[in-house]
């Protein structure tokens, strides 16, 4: 008797890997090497060269706080094409 089953299941598709890694695997792999040294290097030079201590030590720290705002804004703003703005901080064109 036969203990040992073996499965194969073939799904030919144009949509997967064929070998090697692609140019936005690259890119993805970079971009992220990038923000950690942005982030480790900035934080590493606050802290030893500005005496910071705790969030004070991230690097631009108040643009990130603002940033949110900054999207939330620029999303009214697109939707609105510039129009009926609630804060009025952009004119009409």
């Not at 073939?10 to 890997?17: A, K, N, Y």
């Not at 890119?27 to 950690?36: D, K, Y």
């Not at 910071?52 to 609105?80: C, K, Q, Y």
Request: aromatic share 16%; charged share 15%.
């Amino acid at each position: 008797m036969d203990t040992q089953t073996v499965f194969t299941f073939i799904w030919p598709t144009s949509v997967v890997c064929r070998g090697g890694i692609s140019f936005g695997t690259v890119m993805l792999i970079i971009i992220i090497v990038l923000t950690f040294a942005y982030f480790s290097g900035g934080f590493t030079f606050k802290k030893l060269r500005k005496g910071t201590t705790g969030m004070e030590s991230i690097p631009n720290i108040d643009f990130w706080r603002r940033l949110p705002g900054l999207v939330w804004h620029g999303i009214l703003f697109a939707f609105s094409c510039g129009k009926n703005l609630p804060s009025q901080s952009y004119r009409a064109i």
